[in-house]
């Protein structure tokens, strides 16, 4: 069963940095397209970034610059380091997983088919 675990939400002030976390339980990384998206309230879920099998990445405009993805095939976890965090960063982060490798370079950023529970971000 493919089920991603975030982690390393929390506060943080404008201006701060946090990193989160996403492990992995019951499959590899290497084999996936990884995600990261978030929703604020009464918002519609947005991508983030996305980082493919073969270590390509590509992020939403709107952090382009401010946050990187990153994996860890040898621990089997995905990162997400935000710098320069906004007020409007504030979200629930979710993990997200796919083995259809094309997903990872779509512009449209469809919905992946494996999730996590979340962990939430706050800057104020």
């Known amino acids: 069963h493919v089920q991603p675990v975030e982690s390393g939400g929390g506060l943080v002030q404008p201006g701060g940095s946090l990193r989160l976390s996403c492990a992995a339980s019951?499959?590899?990384?290497?084999?996936?397209?990884m995600g990261w998206f978030r929703q604020a309230p009464g918002k519609e879920r947005e991508g983030v970034a996305a980082?493919?099998?073969?270590?390509?990445?590509r992020y939403a405009d709107t952090v382009k610059g401010r946050f990187a993805i990153s994996k860890d095939n040898a621990k089997n976890t995905l990162y997400l380091q935000m710098n320069g965090l906004k007020p409007e960063d504030t979200a629930m982060y979710y993990c997200a997983a796919d083995l259809r490798t094309w997903i990872c370079r779509s512009g449209t950023w469809p919905s992946y088919n494996y999730w996590g529970q979340g962990t939430q971000v706050t800057v104020s």
């Open positions: 980082v493919g099998t073969d270590g390509s990445t």
């Open positions: 019951g499959y590899t990384y290497s084999s996936y397209c």
